[in-house]
């Protein structure tokens, strides 16, 4: 159907471009330069930054738009970036560098050949953090028909469902008192504790389909044998479709009245389930097989900006080089292989999606 | 058009012409997740698909 070629050294240069710019969540704007760069090499005459600071790069002038959506950001943790062996290293080679510079490459090889859609890349912020970027495009209300989210998924996974996310200070205050008399005494650090031993019972999965928690931070106490006064911990759950957050947090509130604790709402992602067969799908799935790949559906137990992003096209999925297991370790990175064969299926995606009748897209 | 016989329900189901093996189709009759495959004499079929995976982190 179409031929897609590239230059194995123009894919390995642009990633190791944007490894190279350490860029942890409230400092995307350190790839500004690089961004321009890149973006010239590689033919775009139109990239420019919006107000949170997402960066875009843009070909084509179709009626339609096409979104190849990944995020620049990536968790703190700076890491050598060095290629050897067919690999290449660095933090956010897999989470998710090597998904911006496929998607940019994509691009690069589709000059010229889409007839009805413009195809818009996008590196979005704080992905890691709060996902600013993402709500950014939301609340903007872009017009996008189709939008891929470029995110781990070992290359030929095609993530057509993400969990949701709540994230909740707790705090705690007490009498305290004298640990040598217990029984007079009050901890906040126990009524936390109490908290989450109630929070634990309840939501205690092990698997996607099932609510899990984690406790993941707790401070509290500054001596041995006074009891504290004050405390506080973060605990984070994680839910699939069918449920949604209020119903979470409606229990976790009456919790933290039973067990006499504050609770400060810290962040709320509802999680994203869509068809297998809406047109993103099926165009990632053709084009792998196109390349000779074997591709399956899966399912995510983390969030990504799809969560977000799905309140404006349905028509939506993700896939990425790298494998998800490496994302945020110490040991993240690509192998060429997938980084070329990223490239060829989003361009190929691209042009399955540009070539659907009005109709189907 | 092609139109093959669900696995699942017996229902029938139409593939477009240019459907690729391996790809992926939902009967909407029954709901049964379908893969489209040509048998050893290269007629057209449906099989059940593999089973969605679950994959860790983001």
């Known amino acids: 159907m179409y031929a897609l070629d590239l230059d194995r050294d123009l894919a390995v240069t642009t990633l190791v471009q944007l490894l190279e710019v350490y860029t942890p969540p409230g400092e995307e704007r350190r790839l500004e330069r690089t961004w321009s760069r890149i973006c010239m090499a590689l033919g775009y005459n139109k990239f420019w930054r919006d107000e949170v600071g997402n960066f875009f790069a843009s070909i084509g002038r179709g009626g339609r738009a096409i979104y190849l959506v990944s995020h620049v950001d990536t968790v703190p943790g700076e890491l050598r970036v060095r290629v050897s062996e067919g690999k290449i290293y660095g933090r956010g080679a897999v989470d998710a560098k090597s998904s911006v510079a496929s998607m940019l490459l994509a691009g690069h090889i589709l000059h010229n050949r889409l007839q009805n859609s413009m195809l818009v890349v996008a590196g979005l912020v704080d992905e890691e953090n709060r996902g600013r970027g993402a709500k950014k495009l939301v609340d903007e209300g872009i017009s996008a028909d189709h939008i891929i989210i470029g995110e781990p998924t070992n290359l030929v996974g095609v993530a057509t469902s993400y969990r949701g996310s709540i994230s909740i200070k707790v705090r705690a205050t007490a009498k305290g008192g004298h640990s040598s008399a217990p029984y007079m005494a009050e901890s906040a650090l126990e009524k936390i504790l109490n908290l989450w031993s109630q929070v634990r019972q309840e939501y205690n999965g092990s698997r996607y389909e099932e609510i899990t928690s984690a406790l993941t931070t707790l401070h509290g106490g500054d001596w041995a044998s006074r009891l504290p006064d004050t405390a506080e911990g973060t605990i984070n759950i994680r839910f699939p479709p069918p449920y949604v957050s209020s119903n979470i947090l409606e229990k976790l509130n009456e919790y933290a009245a039973r067990y006499d604790c504050r609770l400060e709402l810290l962040d709320v992602t509802e999680p994203v389930s869509v068809n297998a067969s809406n047109p993103v799908v099926k165009a990632l799935i053709r084009s792998m097989l196109r390349l000779g790949l074997r591709p399956k559906i899966v399912k995510k137990t983390g969030t990504s900006d799809m969560n977000t992003l799905y309140n404006i096209t349905t028509s939506i999925a993700a896939c990425g080089p790298g494998n998800s297991l490496l994302a945020h370790t110490e040991g993240e990175f690509v192998t060429v292989e997938d980084l070329l064969n990223a490239v060829k299926i989003y361009a190929g995606a691209a042009l399955e999606l540009d070539r659907l009748s009005p109709a189907d897209g | ?58």
Do not use: T
């Open chain 2, 1 to 58: 058009m092609p139109e093959l016989e669900c696995p699942v329900c017996g229902g029938r189901l139409q593939i477009p012409e240019d459907s690729l093996p391996g790809e992926l189709f939902e009967h909407q009759d029954c709901g049964a997740n379908l893969e489209y495959f040509q048998d050893e004499k290269g007629r057209p079929a449906l099989k059940v698909a593999e089973e969605v995976a679950e994959d860790w982190g983001q």
